[in-house]
Nanobody, 118 residues
């Protein structure tokens, strides 16, 4: 398994969760790591991403100020800290990795369900 995600669960609105994604890929091959989410009937959407070496971050507008993506180089792990969760954040969250020299995310974790109840 090249990407192992964990940390989903059920939480009430306003609560917090932290997702983690560990990769067995060598860090020299990582360009970006990211979190996507998907709900039934909708396309998978990019939630947040981090450039592995520069640390530059991207956030989808609806999560700005609430979610934080971070990485631990020593553990080859990326995290998604989710605060002030809303019912509309309910989705299956996937971590993804884009390798250097590649134009898209090609490695995916198994998905972890986040359920936010009102």
């Amino acid at each position: 398994v090249q990407l192992q995600a964990s940390g989903g669960g059920r939480v009430q609105a306003g609560g917090s969760l932290r997702l983690a994604c560990a990769t067995s890929r060598p860090t020299s091959s990582i360009l970006f790591m990211a979190w996507f989410r998907q709900t039934p009937g909708r396309e998978r959407e990019l939630v947040a991403s981090v450039a592995w070496y520069s640390g530059n971050r991207f956030y989808e507008d609806s999560v700005k100020g609430r979610f934080t993506i971070s990485k631990d180089n020593a553990k080859n792990t990326v995290y998604l800290e989710m605060n002030s969760l809303k019912p509309e954040d309910t989705a299956v969250y996937y971590c993804a990795l884009r390798r250097t020299g590649r134009s898209s995310y090609e490695l995916w974790g198994q998905g972890t369900l986040v359920t936010v109840s009102s």
